[in-house]
C-alpha cells in the first residue's frame, strides 16, 4: 500500500466534519423548522418584525461598534511604538500587554469591576460606558497583535523615502503607513467586532441589565427554545462570513491600491 501526502488531510477532514459541519448542520437544521419538525421561516420573519429582538440587534451592533473603535483608537498608536519607537526590545513590551490574557477572564474583568466601583461608587449609573470599559479591556491586545504586525514588517525604507521627497508627517501616515497597515487593521476589527456583539459576560459582571445577542441566544435555549436560539446564531453566523467575505475584498483592493500607489 502507497501512501499519499493528501491522506494527511484525513484527520483534519474527519476532525472538520465532526465538530464543525455536523454542529452548523444541526443549528441550521433547528433555526428553519418549528417545534414540530416542519420548515419554515417564521422564525426569522418574527425575529426581524419584533421591537424587542431588532432593538437588541441595534443595541448588539452599538456596542460592538464603539468598542471596536475605542480598541482602534487605543490599538494603533500602542502597536507604533511598541513596532518603530526608540525600544531595542519591543517584543517584551509586547509580551506585558500581552500576558493580561494570560489570566483567567472573569478574574480580570472582576479586578476593572472593582477598580470602577471604587471610582464611581455605583457602577449602574453607567452601564453603557462601563460595558464599553469592559468590552476594551479584555479585546484590545486582539486588536493590537495584528496592526503591530504589520507595522513591524513594514519597509522603513518606504517611509523614510516618503520623508525625503518632502511629505509631511501626517501625509506620511495617510498614505503610506495606515494602507500598509490596513489588513492588520481588518483583522483586530473582525476578530473584536464580532465577539463583542455577543459576549454577555462583561454586561452582566458591569450590571448593564440590557440584552445584547449572546444574552438573547442563552435567553432562549435556557428555555429550551432551540429554534428562536439556532435561528439567532444562524444570524450571527451569516454577518460572520459576510464580514470575512468584506475583510477579504477590502484587504486585497487596499494592497493592490497600495502597491499601485507606490
Do not use: H
Not at 214 to 224: A, K, P
Amino acid at each position: 500500500m502507497t501512501f499519499a501526502r493528501k491522506q494527511l488531510c484525513i484527520p483534519y477532514a474527519v476532525f472538520l466534519i465532526l465538530f464543525v459541519i455536523l454542529p452548523l448542520s444541526v443549528v441550521l437544521y433547528y433555526a428553519f423548522t418549528n417545534g414540530e419538525g416542519q420548515f419554515t421561516v417564521d422564525n426569522f420573519l418574527s425575529f426581524f418584525t419584533n421591537s424587542r429582538t431588532t432593538g437588541t440587534l441595534i443595541y448588539s451592533i452599538l456596542i460592538a461598534l464603539t468598542t471596536t473603535l475605542a480598541c482602534l483608537l487605543l490599538a494603533y498608536p500602542t502597536a507604533y511604538i511598541l513596532a518603530r519607537g526608540p525600544f531595542s526590545r519591543g517584543g517584551v513590551l509586547l509580551m506585558v500587554v500581552v500576558t493580561p490574557m494570560w489570566i483567567n477572564f472573569t478574574l480580570r474583568v472582576t479586578a476593572l469591576k472593582e477598580i470602577l466601583s471604587v471610582i464611581e461608587g455605583n457602577l449602574a449609573y453607567y452601564p453603557f460606558v462601563n460595558t464599553i470599559i469592559g468590552m476594551t479591556y479584555d479585546f484590545l491586545p486582539f486588536m493590537i497583535l495584528p496592526i503591530y504586525t504589520s507595522i513591524l514588517k513594514m519597509d522603513s525604507q518606504l517611509l523614510e523615502a516618503a520623508a525625503d521627497l518632502g511629505a509631511p508627517g501626517w501625509k506620511i501616515f495617510w498614505k503610506v503607513m495606515l494602507p500598509l497597515s490596513m489588513p492588520g487593521i481588518i483583522s483586530g476589527v473582525t476578530m473584536v467586532f464580532l465577539p463583542a456583539m455577543t459576549n454577555y459576560v462583561v454586561l452582566d459582571m458591569m450590571y448593564n441589565s440590557t440584552y445584547i445577542m449572546g444574552s438573547l441566544i442563552g435567553s432562549y435555549f435556557s428555555s429550551y427554545d432551540w429554534n428562536n436560539g439556532s435561528m439567532i446564531s444562524s444570524i450571527l453566523l451569516f454577518m460572520i462570513v459576510l464580514l470575512s467575505w468584506i475583510s477579504g475584498r477590502f484587504g486585497d483592493s487596499e494592497g493592490r491600491k497600495g502597491g499601485a500607489s507606490l
